[in-house]
């Protein structure tokens, strides 16, 4: 298995705390390496948290956003809808009245003609 240089190191470092009462000159070199290794892992994942911690903080931004606009525009739908009821109100009543005048000058003209 092919493990990524950081896993190495970390249980080299493993290996020699365990089996190493004392850490030779040597080791210190491969300790240090370890350490700068890890550091950077540790670097790498704060960066990577912080960027998403913003990711996220944008998004929010924009659903905040995009609810404002939902919200306008089922006010703006909620108007619509109200003033049509309103324009179909007004349809039936002047229909009725249209409907009510074509009756009368309907029986005036047969009147007119009998």
């Not at 210190?28 to 960066?47: H, V």
């Not at 929010?60 to 009821?85: P, S």
């Amino acid at each position: 298995m092919n493990f990524p240089r950081i896993y190495q190191v970390v249980f080299t470092l493993a290996f020699l705390c365990v089996f190493s009462p004392i850490a030779k000159a040597g080791d210190i070199s491969t300790l240090q390496t370890a350490l700068a290794l890890a550091q950077d892992n540790m670097e790498q994942a704060k960066n990577k948290r912080e960027s998403t911690a913003q990711s996220i903080i944008r998004q929010q931004r924009v659903v905040e956003e995009q609810k404002k606009q939902l919200a306008e525009a089922n006010k703006r739908l909620e108007k619509m809808q109200l003033e049509n009821k309103q324009a179909s109100e007004q349809y039936l009543e002047a229909k009725q009245k249209y409907e009510s005048a074509q009756a009368t000058l309907k029986q005036a003209w047969d009147s007119n003609n009998k």
